[in-house]
């Protein structure tokens, strides 16, 4: 059985680094203190707020009430953080599921974006490492290591082809089941290159405000705690200028219960010199006689 203190040192590791995300954190601040309007005098509810950094924003831009709910250890010193900015009338809900309905959202709109990128010497660190491991062969663990997204922090110069939108969502206009799609994709290729990876990156815009403000969590922005979430390829790639991955991409549960958010893709390569001849793989849960198929959860 883990300690508490381990819990709450995981917690404060994660709190520590969000609240070190410039971009995530001074974003927050502008939008809510440039925009005190849509502040002022109103209710607010801050959902798995942690710290209460945002209570505290929405706070001193004028809200009247603001009920801050966490779950996690991080209540108790989210309280004694209200008491000592001087603001004793905070409320802090501990271990509460409440329905927030999205008219009382904050509207914000999330772009959900894919590229492609060259990762070899990554790959081969992370991935063909259990080839060898001080002499014995794990190389049963490489397919667990490739289905398991990685989250990191992707340099832009690795990027071989554009940017794809795959989904734009209101946030205020959500309901359960959203979150889960199938959209089509894109990608040309900008340079000769291998493939090794797809990579996963959203923006978001805030859109009541009286200036469009908003961020990007993608590599050719300043890294923020969320990094971008890159998905391996079984194979490599080889691709050349101009030529194009066309595909889909479904996000949801395919597992009950839904604990587990899964990804797969189904793309093809159209060669320009042969345009009859394609490779074809199937990102699922199923494997198929002749067809490449894989799966990340």
Not at 146 to 171: A, F
Not at 247 to 271: A, D, W
Request: with cysteine; glycine share 4%; charged share 20%.
């Amino acid at each position: 059985m883990i300690k508490p203190v381990l819990i709450i040192t995981s917690i404060l590791t994660l709190t520590s680094e969000m609240l070190k995300d410039v971009v995530r954190t001074k974003t927050y601040q502008n939008v809510i203190y440039w925009n005190k309007f849509l502040f002022q005098n109103k209710v607010v509810f801050d959902m798995g707020a942690g710290t209460g950094i945002l209570s505290l924003f929405c706070a001193k831009a004028g809200a009247a009430h603001v009920y801050a709910v966490e779950c996690s250890h991080m209540a108790d010193m989210a309280k004694q953080i209200v008491e000592t900015n001087g603001l004793p009338d905070g409320e802090v809900l501990i271990s509460y599921i409440l329905y927030n309905q999205s008219s009382y959202s904050f509207t914000c709109v999330s772009f959900s974006y894919l590229t492609a990128i060259e990762d070899a010497e990554y790959k081969d660190d992370k991935i063909e490492f259990w080839n060898n491991v001080y002499g014995f062969d794990m190389s049963c663990i490489k397919k667990q290591a490739m289905m398991e997204p990685l989250v990191d922090t992707v340099d832009q110069k690795q990027i071989v082809t554009n940017c794809h939108l795959l989904k734009t969502m209101d946030i205020s206009k959500m309901v359960p089941g959203d979150a889960s799609f199938t959209a089509p994709f894109k990608l040309i290729a900008e340079r000769d290159d291998y493939i090794h990876a797809f990579v996963a990156y959203f923006d978001v815009s805030f859109t009541k405000c009286h200036k469009l403000m908003g961020f990007s969590t993608g590599p050719r922005s300043r890294p923020t705690h969320w990094k971008q979430t890159v998905l391996y390829l079984e194979d490599v790639l080889t691709i050349c200028e101009g030529e194009t991955i066309i595909g889909s991409m479904t996000v949801g549960y395919l597992v009950f219960p839904e604990k587990e958010k899964h990804i797969r893709c189904m793309y093809f390569i159209n060669s320009i010199q042969l345009f009859s001849s394609h490779v074809c793989f199937i990102l699922s849960l199923v494997f198929c006689a002749g067809v490449r198929e894989h799966i990340y959860k």
